[in-house]
């Protein structure tokens, strides 16, 4: 099966600070994301990497910044955490770009940022 | 813009009853639609993908039909369990490949 670990469950920070959300897939997946959920809100796209050192903006890349150093490790950064920032945090990969391509999550980083 | 919209209002049904959720969309003429479930505190899973030439498709329980005429699909699950409670949510691949757009989701609860 495929594994998709983010480091962190719980992480609390204070604005300013700069944060690293890190995730790790092992099936050798082209394509990483990074989402946010919030209530009422549903999954929106941050950023996504469809090849080492590539990455594209999603539906709400402001404030955040992405690594794609290795084909198996996908980062997001917040520069200065602020605290509308806070929320869950998902990372996902996908085999390759296809239409039909399902994704696979990792359990999620709820972030807090007071 | 798009829009994918699920009821965002939670569904009560009772065990054995069939559970039906409905996501509609908007601007868009996807080849392919997506079901997810999510349990509290942890990733979205996998669970069916229809083609828009399906009108219909089926996992064990599960079964997913595809109107693109009425741009909606219709998930549902058929003698339901309390195990099944969770959120569903739907998804499509908007604008470009890469790019898999979710709906809000829809909470189901089975009760005994």
């Known amino acids: 099966d495929v594994k998709v670990t983010q480091s962190s469950r719980y992480l609390v920070k204070r604005t300013g600070e700069k944060v690293f959300l890190e995730c790790v897939q092992d099936?050798?997946?082209?394509?990483m994301f990074w989402y946010r959920q919030d209530p009422g809100l549903g999954l929106r796209l941050i950023y996504f990497s469809y090849d080492v050192k590539m990455k594209e903006k999603g539906d709400i890349p402001e404030g955040y910044s992405v690594s794609r150093e290795k084909k198996e490790r996908f980062s997001l950064i917040l520069e200065s955490a602020s605290t509308n920032q806070t929320s869950m945090y998902l990372c996902a990969s996908s085999f390759g770009g296809g239409l039909n391509e399902k994704l696979f999550f990792g359990s999620g980083t709820q972030l807090s940022v007071l | 813009s798009q829009k994918i919209e699920q009821n965002s209002e939670a569904l009560n049904i009772q065990e054995g009853k069939t559970a039906t959720l409905t996501c509609n969309y908007t601007n868009y003429s996807p080849a392919y639609l997506q079901w997810y479930r999510q349990d509290p505190g942890r990733g979205p899973v996998f669970l069916l993908l229809?083609?828009?030439?399906?009108k219909e498709k089926r996992k064990e329980r599960l079964k997913v039909t595809f109107d693109t005429t009425l741009k909606q699909s219709l998930f549902h699950i058929t003698a339901s369990q309390p195990a099944d409670s969770a959120t569903y949510l739907c998804?499509?691949?908007?604008?470009?490949?890469?790019?898999?757009?979710f709906g809000t989701g829809t909470r189901l609860q089975v009760t005994l």
């Open positions: 229809i083609r828009e030439n399906e």
């Open positions: 099936m050798d997946h082209e394509n």
């Open positions: 998804a499509l691949y908007t604008g470009t490949a890469s790019k898999l757009t």
